[in-house]
């Protein structure tokens, strides 16, 4: 019984424990903005025993600088983080380059926008009196390095600046082209200029766009809420004005490598929406396209219609279009009225196609565009999405996964013992398998409410997902109608029982990869990843398992110690939840 105690208190402990450790590999890139590390601790008052030294104090684009930290008096600090910052912004500017392995390279995500490489931070806790690594000089305006020091957990340092570098020569003020298309069928080649591609200097407005007659003349959705495009180069916006029942009057501006565009949907999810493209065509120029989006491939082209007074740019990375349509919302929308969903998306382009958006903002409610009024958008997934991703993955990678196992592979525990009269393995696998239907329950609701019906443009993911919810019901009712264990008939239930699981679980996991494609925008796809790593890792666990069944313990009679049986379930508990955290991180950051 003390082994079988032992196993208890192992499982309980190593499934609901969790380890909150410091950031000591310096992974941080969630702290870019802020730059204070989540220690708890306040930064210090007093004087900064550190500093940042550079080369040159002038730079011109292209230029690499070399950028040495370390104490005054000859002091060591354990961790840092450094970046690149024009004077009163958050954006890190430039890249950095390093060989030395206690450095790490950190793409820093400031209002949507993923900065690579933007940032160094430490690799481990180890003393270090002195880090140099270089840096590659954007085509900005002046800049100076920041950096937080970290001498001990709760002492800290941040907010050193280094010396003004100045940015050598100067830059041409961006100039804005307006011409008036000529369509003529809807795959007809309008006719545009490029928009300078020469950059403001730092600090400079970006446009004329505003948000100062935001709600009082004018619709506004923003990004960050509260941001100005007229002075904040990481604000997404789109505002329209009524022009006397003449059409509406839209402006789009948002840092992106290819495009960004607006979309008028009847729900929060992609698919048959109408949208407004601004992007680079094949010759790198910005033009102003109309399309339809089925889903998860690439929109359809829609002939332009009537739209007029195009002004285009596309300056120091940030595209901005202005246009006048009197064009319809909606093409082919289900709910025929003004009202709808805003998206504002943006991502990189290819050859002139758009490829797939980095990000997504998405409004809390349907809107008429025609109003007057400001709204925000919400980035990425709406809330109830990813607690439905993240239910599912726990029931069926996790709860589900472990029920089965102990179901297949440890009905020796206890021996002829019992618990509340009831066999151990059975006391085990009951909870565990009611918890996997109960979260399944609990997620399949959660994403009726947010879609609010079917979601159409999901392919087969909703489909299986209520194929698993049907199966995953009919099996505890077969459970409760089961024979006594010396009926006759008990064998069917048995069999039946465990085909039915077999044929649950392999669906379930498809599910899962289906759901992971419709809410991740990772471009490497990780999460897919991770889950196919897990699928890999819970087939391996069974073949070892059966292996050990085979040759080591073929049942119960066998006086053979289930001491290995243990072993190979501890380490296949660990993987498990290593891979569940990793996708339910994923699932966070959509």
Request: proline residues 4%; contains cysteine.
């Amino acid at each position: 019984m003390k082994g079988q105690t032992c196993f208890l208190v192992a499982f309980f402990t190593a499934t609901f424990l969790v380890d909150v450790l410091g950031y000591s590999h310096g992974r941080v890139a969630e702290v870019c903005e802020s730059m204070l590390p989540n220690h708890g601790a306040s930064p210090q008052s007093s004087d900064v025993p550190y500093r940042i030294t550079t080369n040159t104090s002038t730079f011109t684009p292209g230029d690499i600088i070399q950028v040495t930290l370390d104490g005054i008096s000859g002091g060591s600090f354990k961790g840092f983080l450094l970046e690149a910052r024009t004077q009163s912004s958050t954006i890190p500017r430039g890249t950095f380059r390093t060989t030395d392995s206690r450095v790490q390279l950190l793409t820093c995500n400031v209002g949507g926008i993923n900065y690579q490489d933007s940032a160094v931070s430490h690799t481990s806790s180890n003393d270090k009196a002195e880090i140099i690594v270089n840096w590659i000089a954007p085509d900005v305006g002046n800049i100076e390095f920041r950096a937080t020091f970290v001498q001990t957990f709760t002492r800290l340092w941040t907010g050193v600046t280094s010396q003004n570098i100045q940015r050598s020569g100067t830059t041409v003020a961006p100039q804005i082209t307006t011409v008036v298309p000529q369509i003529t069928t809807a795959s007809s080649t309008s006719s545009r200029s490029r928009a300078s591609s020469s950059m403001p200097a730092a600090g400079s407005n970006v446009d004329a766009f505003s948000r100062d007659e935001c709600g009082s003349t004018k619709f506004c959705f923003i990004n960050p809420e509260q941001c100005n495009p007229a002075t904040d180069q990481s604000c997404f916006f789109m505002s329209s004005t009524q022009l006397n029942n003449q059409g509406l009057l839209f402006e789009i501006s948002g840092m992106a490598s290819g495009y960004i565009a607006i979309g008028f949907s009847d729900d929060q999810t992609m698919g048959n929406d109408d949208i407004y493209i601004c992007g680079m065509d094949d010759s790198g120029s910005i033009q102003v396209r109309r399309a339809y989006s089925t889903g998860r491939s690439r929109p359809q082209s829609r002939e332009l219609g009537q739209v007029n007074n195009i002004t285009v740019a596309n300056t120091n990375g940030i595209i901005q279009c202005s246009f006048v349509t009197r064009n319809n919302i909606s093409t082919a929308q289900r709910a025929a009225n003004n009202m709808h969903y805003l998206f504002f998306a943006f991502g990189s382009s290819n050859g002139g196609l758009i490829n797939r958006h980095e990000r997504t903002f998405i409004s809390s409610e349907k809107v008429n565009v025609g109003d007057v009024q400001s709204t925000s958008g919400s980035s990425g997934r709406p809330i109830l999405i990813k607690t439905h991703g993240a239910l599912m993955l726990i029931a069926w990678m996790t709860t589900g996964s472990i029920g089965m196992l102990i179901a297949q592979y440890f009905k020796c525990i206890g021996g002829e013992s019992k618990f509340l009269g009831k066999a151990w393995w059975f006391q085990l696998h009951f909870p565990l398998m009611t918890l996997t239907v109960a979260l399944t329950i609990i997620g399949f609701v959660l994403v009726f409410v947010q879609v609010k019906g079917w979601s159409y443009s999901a392919g087969a993911h909703p489909v299986l997902g209520c194929i698993v919810m049907i199966l995953a019901l009919i099996q505890p009712f077969v459970a409760i109608f089961r024979p006594s264990p010396d009926h006759k008939r008990r064998w069917i239930f048995k069999y039946f029982h465990a085909i039915l699981a077999n044929v649950i679980k392999p669906l379930a996991v498809a599910a899962l990869f289906l759901g992971l494609l419709l809410i991740n925008v990772a471009p490497d796809k990780w999460p897919v990843k991770v889950l196919g790593g897990f699928v890999g890792w819970d087939l391996l666990a069974h073949i070892v398992l059966i292996l050990l069944s085979i040759f080591w313990r073929k049942d119960c009679t066998t006086e053979k110690p289930m001491f290995p049986f243990f072993i190979v379930f501890g380490v296949y508990l660990c993987g498990n939840l290593a891979f569940l955290i990793a996708i339910l991180v994923g699932i966070g950051q959509t």
